[in-house]
Nanobody
Framework: QVHLVESGGGLVQAGGSLRLSCAAS????????MGWFRQAPGKEREFVAG?????????YADSFVKGRFSITRDNAKNTVYLQMNSLTPEDTAVYYC????????????????WGQGTQVTVSS
């Protein structure tokens, strides 16, 4: 069992930056691949970024991330981060972190545990 709690969301102007954190409790955090997803009003939840168990590899939704976001993890602190730069109003959404057993997955059903989400609002 893994319990996830996101933090760091808020209101930011277009062009600004935010750093989201996701703290995990429970056993064997380092055995889980971690992902960030987002869900905008009226839209489906979508994959944003993922990181492998060891943190050695990362993968992104290249269609809209375009080098603006960076996912990292600190296994000693049981925490995963999402650094978001050059934010636009289109990035406004609730951001969720998730834990899954398999690396390189991008589907919602591939992740077993989810946080409650943190709201990110980007004003124009």
């Amino acid at each position: 069992q893994v319990h996830l709690v996101e933090s760091g969301g808020g209101l930011v102007q277009a062009g600004g930056s935010l750093r989201l954190s996701c703290a995990a409790s429970g056993r064997a955090f380092s055995s889980y691949a971690m992902g960030w997803f987002r869900q905008a009003p009226g839209k489906e939840r979508e994959f944003v970024a993922g990181i492998t168990w060891s943190g050695g590899s990362t993968y992104y939704a290249d269609s809209f991330v375009k080098g603006r976001f960076s996912i990292t993890r600190d296994n000693a602190k049981n925490t995963v981060y999402l650094q978001m730069n050059s934010l636009t109003p289109e990035d406004t959404a609730v951001y969720y972190c998730a834990a899954g057993r398999t690396n390189w997955q991008r589907g919602i059903s591939d992740y077993d545990y989810w946080g409650q989400g943190t709201q990110v609002t980007v004003s124009s």
